[in-house]
């Protein structure tokens, strides 16, 4: 009798652990959350993404769009943490000459975007609008790897591990950008607290037996004081799981970075994930103000240009560069042409990128347009990158796709 509910588990965590059923609820969480926010009962959609919940008393009353997007976000955080780990220490990362080109091609996937953006702003005239600079360098790395899972099957697992680590670095950089630029001031003591939570976590989750009921207190106290401190409180999350041991610690047959991902993976991907993109997608696009009007302001035209075309020229402009005139190589398996899909998906903002908005302007005339055209750059790159995906995976491939002159060994695919 008591197996039935642990085959059923199994069955539902097998299924959660499948790229295009999570990407699959992602999507379908961020359509019902578009029609339902553009829909005659559009103002229920935004009470109940504003509805306002949890203890005043810790500054932790909020909305539950901000719960999502700072809270169950955090989950997704800790599992890319604890993968990135792992890459890190055995797996496509563990090499330096491979592991720079991602963070160089984030660092080229932002500048380019920001630039083109201000150019643009300024030729259009509307040079007040030049603080929302850093709205399209931003990377939604959940949507992207979601696009990537359905739609990437047959091609290297390196290209997943290589839109990850720049994705990753993406955000922290992004959340650098707005302690700097858009934040008044950073609680410097909670943030010191953050960082000592987060250094308790590691030596606890190296223990012999680190207990469940120990680490999630702590967790929560990292999460809490990041979050205090004015730093997105994502970033306990990925710290937390960058902490994880990834080699073989008190005798273990596996790391534990593999045995955390397979717990806390279906948590993200069925529960943390769908939630998040329900409350994050839900941009009135409907208004007293037309879409095309909306489309022929300076604002909409500078973002969108500058989260398509910006960040597919940043990307890719940076990794050729750095291939082909420095030492630096891509991982085996993946090439320069296999990244065309990986800098359109580079180009799906959402999230930060809708916080940076927020932040820029504080006139609706300014951050309507400004959170249509995330909204409308997201979805033309996520189907730019879905059909290049596509398109990549039928092409032929041969033995030096990364041209280092050694034959590709890691070759598993997607």
Not at 168 to 185: C, E, N, P
Not at 240 to 259: Q, Y
Not at 296 to 304: D, M, W
């Amino acid at each position: 009798m008591s197996s039935q509910p642990a085959s059923t588990q199994s069955r539902l965590r097998s299924l959660l652990s499948q790229d295009t059923f999570s990407g699959g609820l992602l999507i379908l969480g961020a359509v019902i959350a578009l029609i339902w926010a553009n829909s005659p009962w559009r103002e229920a959609y935004h009470s109940f993404s504003g509805f306002t919940i949890g203890p005043s008393a810790l500054h932790l009353d909020l909305s539950l769009g901000t719960w999502a997007a700072d809270g169950l976000l955090a989950i997704f955080f800790f599992v890319v943490g604890v993968e990135l780990k792992q890459e890190i220490v055995s797996g496509a990362l563990s090499k330096p000459k491979e592991a720079a080109v991602p963070v160089l091609a984030a660092i080229g996937g932002m500048a380019l975007p920001a630039i083109v953006f201000a150019v643009l702003i300024t030729v259009q005239g509307d040079s007040g609008a030049i603080h929302g600079w850093a709205i399209p360098t931003a990377t939604d790395i959940a949507f992207a790897l979601a696009i990537l899972g359905l739609f990437g099957k047959g091609l290297p697992k390196a290209l997943r591990i290589f839109l990850m680590t720049l994705a990753v670095v993406d955000d922290l950089l992004a959340i650098i950008i707005i302690a700097i630029f858009y934040t008044s001031g950073l609680n410097f003591l909670a943030l010191g607290g953050a960082l000592l939570a987060v250094g308790t976590f590691a030596i606890l989750v190296r223990l012999r037996n680190p207990h469940w009921w120990l680490l999630i207190p702590v967790a929560l106290v990292a999460w809490t004081l990041m979050h205090t401190s004015g730093v997105h409180a994502t970033i306990a999350g990925v710290l937390m799981g960058l902490s994880v041991p990834a080699n073989l610690v008190h005798g273990e047959r596996a790391p534990r970075t593999e045995r955390y991902e397979h717990a806390v993976s279906p948590i993200s991907a069925g529960l943390a994930l769908p939630i998040f993109a329900f409350f994050a997608a839900g941009v009135t696009i409907v208004g007293d103000t037309s879409f095309g009007e909306l489309t022929g302001t300076p604002v909409f035209i500078s973002v969108a240009v500058a989260l398509i075309a910006g960040k597919l020229l940043g990307v890719l402009g940076m990794t050729a560069l750095v291939v082909k005139t420095t030492p630096l190589r891509l991982p085996d398996a993946i090439g320069v042409r296999d990244l065309l899909p990986v800098a359109f998906l580079c180009g799906i903002g959402f999230t930060v990128s809708l916080l940076i908005a927020e932040l820029s302007y504080t006139d609706i005339a300014h951050t309507t347009p400004a959170k249509v055209a995330i909204l409308s750059a997201s979805v033309i790159a996520a189907i730019l990158g879905a059909i290049t995906l596509r398109l990549d995976a039928r092409k032929a491939r041969h033995h030096d796709m990364n041209e280092d002159g050694v034959r590709d060994r890691n070759i598993e695919l997607m």
